[in-house]
């Protein structure tokens, strides 16, 4: 165990650095598939993934490789992830209230849980993190709470990126709030509001990664 | 229906290895019951207890509903609050098999989803609504 440990740190300190990976991380139906479609076809003109109402869309990892963001004259290479949404629960009833049928319901909860558990593997492998939070919800959740203590602990840089700024009772500062310590971009992925310094974001927090 | 709650003390989980603590829990969890512990894990096992939990949702079980609240920590509670972590670390490291843990100061909360409907958290508090 002990020689495996420093047979990684050798590996680790000689390895040549590969692009950045940027995880998409958030609970679900918060704006993470927008977000990356959004950072995707800005970029490179094509999108990631389809993002629905219904939650769970997401239920496996999406990347998009070789994503050249530029900011005030900097750029960087990203693999942009996005992530299925991280929950404590999937019930396939919910599914049936948005019209799903029993079986295909069923069968999306069951991809759904197998995605959380894949989106939580991912995160030996990612370099900097966007934390997702819709901005008219209450952001003290315990999945929020728990996926920055992981972060934390990785010391994997992060961004709190509050989404949904175009609606009406969006409060952001409630974000803030919640977690002082970490950085927060104001965002409508949506309506493209906010996205440069989003990127701007990007590039000063995940050189720190490097 | 009736309504079950544990209340777990820390110390009946302190130092096992952290697939029985969750294999506790989610057994408790599974036949129903509203488990409180007093003390928080690490949230690297919170986030191991989610993905264990994922892996045995079903049709009857789908999943739970955690909450907790971590005793903040100052000053020189702190400065040994993080070299009991590195200690820990150290041993963990050096020894072989499943890494043993302890639970932090504070309280945790755990029942099925299919009881708990909402927690509202607070930074000092939280309540939680369930449906019997």
Known sequence: MVFGRFVNWIRNFFRTRRDIHLGIYGCTNVGKTTLANLIAKDWTGDEIGTASPIPHETRFVQ??????????????????????GLATKVDYRKFLKFGVKRKDAKERAKEATQGVVEAIKWLNNVDTVLAVMD?????????????????????????????KIDLKNSKPDDIKEAFPQYPVVNVSALKKMNIDQLYDAIIRHARKAK | M????DFVS??????????????????????????????VMKPEEEMNLIKETMR????????????????????????????SDSKERFWNW?????????????????GP???????????NSFSVSAEV
């Open chain 2, 10 to 39: 820390s110390a009946s989980l302190n130092g096992k290895p952290e697939k029985n603590k969750i294999n506790f829990i989610l057994s408790k969890v599974r036949s129903g019951s509203i488990l409180v512990l007093d003390g």
């Open chain 2, 94 to 110: 050096m020894i072989k098999g499943p890494p043993k843990t302890e639970l932090k100061s504070g309280l945790t909360l755990i």
């Open chain 2, 56 to 83: 045995r949702v079903d049709d009857g079980f789908p999943g739970i509903e955690v909450c907790s609240l971590k005793k903040e920590m100052k000053g020189l509670k702190l400065l040994f609050d993080r070299v």
């Open chain 2, 2 to 5: 009736k309504l079950k709650m």
């Open chain 1, 63 to 84: 990347k998009k490789e070789k994503v050249v963001i530029e900011s005030n004259g900097k750029k960087l290479s990203i693999n942009v992830l996005d992530m299925p």
């Open chain 1, 135 to 163: 901005s008219t919800k209450d952001p003290l959740t315990q999945v929020n709470i728990t996926l920055l203590g992981n972060l934390e602990a990785r010391k994997i840089p992060v961004i709190l990126v509050a989404n």
């Open chain 2, 113 to 123: 989803a299919k009881i708990i409907k909402k927690i509202k958290k607070n930074p």
